[in-house]
């Protein structure tokens, strides 16, 4: 059985079976003890962490303002980075190195050339394998807390 990466979001907007979910981006920088120093720490402080909204499907039973968590498959993500990284990596290599074997006196600018169509071809072959795999990547909702985000007016007392 496979794990689950999850995220805590807030419920934005509901359409039918199709929720719209608020999820704060979080660093690990606060728990590293070189984040003062570290590029990442100071770049994700220069950008700032943008709220990311996600479309999720559900069985109906979902409220503007509930809290969710929303889980992707480990297996998902780590199958999804694998070939984002190797595919486009392995053109980028491959298709110059099978270029100087087929043709052994190609120069320099035609490998760079193959390189890049190399590069390319991973590129939208990793565009193809994702599309075809949408489903495996789409977060679903694995629990709620029904109205824990929706303000409610307090009671005053007179008199």
Request: glycine share 16%; net charge positive.
């Amino acid at each position: 059985m496979s794990d689950w990466i999850e995220e805590q979001g807030e419920v934005i907007e509901v359409d039918g079976h199709t929720a719209r979910v608020r999820i704060q981006r979080r660093s690990t920088c606060g728990s590293c003890s070189a984040r003062s120093g570290c590029g990442s720490g100071i770049l994700s402080d220069v950008l700032g962490r943008k709220p990311i909204e996600v479309r999720v499907g559900h069985s109906g039973d979902l409220q503007a303002g509930d809290t969710v968590t929303l889980g992707v498959r480990d297996t998902a993500l780590v199958a999804g980075a694998l070939m984002m990284y190797l595919l486009p990596l392995a053109g980028l290599i491959g298709v110059p190195a099978l270029g100087m074997a087929l043709f052994p006196g190609a120069g320099e600018g035609m490998l760079l050339l193959a390189g890049l169509a190399g590069l390319g071809a991973g590129l939208l072959s990793v565009r193809r394998w994702m599309s075809q795999r949408d489903a495996a990547f789409q977060p679903v909702v694995l629990a709620r807390q029904p109205g824990s985000g929706v303000v409610r007016p307090v009671a005053t007392r007179t008199g």
